[in-house]
């Protein structure tokens, strides 16, 4: 290969070839009619049977050197011999970058392929009875993320397992509750009728008139064996259970009720104000020396919710008490307290019934009294269960 760099006055100030030294002017060299009107040129020139590639770059970037003009003139068997050279080295870099691929892909396939089989295994020997879960495989790829939504899919399904059986046993409670009222309905109607009229031949018509509310109470209760009521129903059982309290107590209870009779015909947990009203005269009545005071009311909470609250002016509760029972009506043990026990029942019922945003609301005031309400939602009781 030769190089050279000519002037624009056509003098040669650099030369690398050893057969043309002697020549100082391009008009000298034998394809300078090739070159003389061409600033950049490119082509094949052949000299003495030897073919070269001719080329010419006039260069102009620079003032210093500008419009000098380099000539080079390469060999063609030289470049072929470069490009073969080339292609050689192009060939050994596709096998040696082949190789490492096919070694990368082996190692990958083989590292997923033993962690999809360690999570089958995991799979296959799992104790379908229990439902336990494995070992989670780490990691952030496909096989780490079907382990991990795996372990989640048995953790829910044995949750759900688990309401299934809490709710059969509320279920298994409330039928026990429902059944041991019932025993002998007929026998126990005829003897407070008996007991009301040798009352009333003995002329304590006070004591007859709470023999008959307590029978009254008793056919209402027992007259229909679903689960759910209709609210006018079971203000009737409150009513009644009620009047028998302030023969009771006397002066000591004043009760109050106020629902609108747009919401007589909703439905509610059969027995559910009759708890809370229990609990009201359990827990404020007999626990003041005072007036007790009792109201229930009954407003929409929402476009699709309506609220019935039992209130009283009771001792009320420390915010303590208040978060431990809001605590105890919520969890999922099975295990029952005595304390506060129908409460956890109506809550867990109306949850399982209607859904997770119903249920029991309970706020209170130490010193003040309690408010329980009842969440349910505004739909026409028509009789029967809800599905």
Known sequence: MSLKGTLPNHSIVVDTSVEQRDIKDTKQLPFYNLIEENDDYSDVYEEDGKKYLLTVQTLDSRSSIRGLKVIQMMPIDELFAKVNQ???????????????????????????????????????????????????????????????????????????????????????????????????????????????????????????????????????????????????????????????????????????????????????????????IENTIVHALEQSIGVTEVTITAERYDDQQVRITVSDNGPGLSGERLQEILAWINEDSEIARSNRVGLRNIHQRLQRTYGGSYGLQIESVQGQGTQVSIIIPDNTYEGGDIS
């Open 86 to 276: 080339m292609k050689d080295v192009a060939f050994i870099l596709l096998i040696a970058s082949g190789t490492v691929s096919i070694a990368a892909i082996y190692f990958i396939s083989l590292r997923m392929t033993k962690r999809l089989m360690e999570f089958a295994r995991q799979i296959k020997t799992m104790d379908i009875e229990k439902l336990t879960t494995t070992i989670e495989i780490r990691g952030n790829d496909e096989i780490g993320q079907l382990s991990h939504h795996f372990q989640q899919m048995i953790v829910r399904i044995n949750q759900l397992i688990k309401e299934v059986y809490q709710a059969d046993i509320l279920k298994k409670e409330f039928e026990l509750y429902a059944l041991q009222a019932q025993i002998n309905p007929h026998y126990l109607f005829n003897t407070l009728n008996a007991i009301r009229g040798s009352l009333l031949e003995k002329g304590d018509r006070e004591n007859a008139e709470i023999i008959k509310l307590l029978a009254l109470s008793f056919r209402k209760v027992l007259s229909k064996p679903s689960e759910l009521n209709g609210v006018g129903e079971e203000l009737e059982v409150v009513d009644t259970f009620l009047k028998i309290q302030v023969f009771r107590f006397g002066s000591r209870l004043r009760y109050s009720i106020d629902v609108p009779p747009d919401f007589l015909q909703l439905a509610i947990p059969r027995l559910s104000l009759q708890t809370l």
